[in-house]
């Protein structure tokens, strides 16, 4: 075998290898973001049954509550972070009744309220 034809196979297989990495790394991303969709939309589903009597927890209803701040604000604001939320729902707050949320709840909730952002 001479040794173009050795170079030409060399490079036909780091091209096959870099494609199957490629592939291998759009399908990797593409799977991450679905099982974060569904956890905001388990979230979205919480805040509906423990929050909505007080917070406007749909980007459209904000306006109708006064008692609390709509979702859609806390999520637009800027110190809101994974942390920031995750240390908000371990903390007991004046005006709001003692939750006991679980961590995988309140990593939904917090999924949900962060897939609000807009800013």
């Known amino acids: 075998m001479s040794r173009s034809v050795r170079i030409y196979i060399g490079l036909a297989v780091l091209i096959a290898l870099s ?21 905001a939309a388990e979230g979205h589903r919480l805040a509906q049954a423990w929050c909505q009597s ?9 306006g109708f509550f006064d008692l609390a701040p709509s979702f859609q604000a806390v999520a637009d604001r800027n110190g809101t972070t994974a942390l920031s939320l995750k240390v908000f729902w371990r903390t ?7 939750l006991v949320i679980a961590p995988d709840q309140a990593d939904m909730l917090s999924e949900y309220i962060l897939s609000l952002k807009r800013n």
């Open 19 to 39: 494609i199957l990495f490629l592939v291998s790394v759009v399908h990797t991303a593409a799977g991450a973001t679905r099982p974060s969709l569904r956890r």
């Open 92 to 98: 007991s707050h004046q005006d709001m009744p003692n």
């Open 54 to 62: 007080c917070h406007a927890v749909d980007p459209d209803m904000s």
